[in-house]
């Protein structure tokens, strides 16, 4: 059973786009929901996160929108850029168990 | 400065071999975790440690045992290893049970022949 799933599966951008990853949960138990972004060869790296009592945060090109009544959320990149080409994973935690999406392949052509 | 580093980052081994993943953090993170990631880059968690308690403990066979001598430290020794067992095994630490990010290691791959 999978508890957080991510959607589109890969993701093509023209640079300068808005690239948008969602993600659906199913445990309402769940009270923090990060991003990581991870590149070829390197753990994945905390991007940004959100806890279910706010439907929105902002950093910088990132934002995480949050609707807790659909049991989603998803990440909006602005402007993107090649340097974001990478594997999107959001992910939902309980307990000290932070449980991911399968990903996504984020790429953005110049 | 490495925050989460693993040794070694590439294992190359044969199958019914026994081999360990060593894990050290220096952000002073109270947690530690590993979590293994297949070839279609799913990640999946297996073990997680708090102050060298062990917390979480999913359905992983009982060849794969961790070990944390101390907060700092979580190693990942696997027995018999199998073909399947190959992947890339992360070690993670965070602090005050993850409600602030986890920070992940650059991963060991292994791989098993």
């Known amino acids: 059973q999978q508890q957080v799933k991510q959607s589109p599966q890969s993701l093509i951008v023209q640079k300068g786009g808005i690239s948008i990853i969602n993600c659906a949960y199913e445990?309402?138990?769940?009270?923090?929901f990060p991003w990581y972004q991870q590149f070829p060869g390197k753990g994945p790296a905390l991007l940004i996160a959100i806890r279910p009592d706010v439907s929105e945060k902002k950093e910088g090109r990132f934002t995480i929108s949050f609707n807790k009544s659909a049991k989603q959320f998803s990440l909006h990149i602005m402007d993107s850029q090649p340097g974001d080409s990478a594997t999107y994973f959001c992910?939902?935690?309980?307990?000290?168990?932070?449980?991911f999406g399968k990903g996504i392949t984020l790429s953005v052509r110049p | 400065d490495t925050a989460v580093s693993q040794t070694p980052k590439y294992l190359v081994t044969q199958m019914g071999n026994d081999k360990s993943i060593k894990c050290e953090q220096n952000?002073?993170?109270?947690?530690m975790y590993w979590y293994k990631q297949d070839s279609k880059k799913f990640l999946k968690i297996m073990f997680s440690?708090?102050?060298?308690?062990?917390?979480i403990n999913e359905t992983v066979p009982n060849r794969f045992s961790p070990k944390s001598p101390d907060k700092a430290h979580l190693n990942l020794h696997i027995n018999s290893l199998e073909l399947g067992d190959s992947a890339v095994y992360f070690c993670?630490?965070?602090?005050?049970?993850?409600?602030?990010?986890?920070?992940f290691g650059s991963g060991t791959r292994l791989t098993v022949v």
């Open positions: 993670a630490s965070s602090q005050d049970r993850g409600y602030y990010g986890y920070t």
């Open positions: 992910a939902a935690s309980i307990n000290s168990k932070l449980t």
């Open positions: 952000l002073g993170h109270d947690t």
């Open positions: 440690y708090n102050n060298k308690e062990l917390i």
């Open positions: 445990n309402t138990a769940f009270d923090y």
